[in-house]
């Protein structure tokens, strides 16, 4: 996997002050993207040793509500398996972090992958241009839906995250 950045103290991509993890690669190609030199999975540099050790310093400490994995896109293929592993890592060490991932997928398409155990929200959907709307949390248009993972997952259907 590679990435682009390690952003810290952040309060724009969820709850709290979080940890957020810019990984290379995307597919959807929406248009006027935030981030579209994420887009190349090529692009970037290699998630090494030393990446993961500078990701679970932001997360020792005790004010950082939790990580938040986006991009780019997490389920990216490439990136996937990588995001899994450092999810249930996160998960086992972290127990009381919530762990937010942004995709340009829709829930129906991520809901059966193994990560989605290790989830707390799902930001999912495209960004669309003409439906941005700057009053929106954790999403640039209104399509897009914070998806409440836990009670998704125990209710049936999807229930969205409470501002």
Not at 41 to 63: H, N, Q, T, V
Request: proline fraction near 5%; glycine fraction near 8%; charge should be negative.
């Amino acid at each position: 996997m590679r990435f682009h950045n390690i952003t810290k103290d952040d309060m724009l991509n969820g709850d709290g002050l979080r940890v957020v993890l810019w990984v290379a690669g995307c597919a959807h190609g929406c248009r006027e993207c935030q981030n579209p030199v994420t887009w190349d999975p090529c692009g970037g540099i290699p998630f090494d040793e030393d990446a993961r050790r500078e990701l679970f310093a932001e997360l020792d400490k005790s004010y950082i509500s939790g990580v938040t994995f986006s991009g780019g896109d997490p389920m990216y293929p490439s990136n996937e398996p990588e995001i899994l592993a450092l999810a249930r890592a996160i998960r086992e060490k972290y127990p009381d972090k919530t762990i937010w991932l942004y995709t340009g997928g829709l829930w129906d398409e991520i809901k059966d992958h193994e990560i989605v155990n290790y989830l707390d929200v799902v930001v999912d959907g495209e960004y669309v241009k003409e439906l941005r709307d700057p009053q929106l949390y954790w999403r640039g248009s209104s399509n897009q839906r914070v998806i409440d993972v836990k009670k998704t997952l125990e209710y049936g259907k999807i229930v969205l995250h409470c501002q």
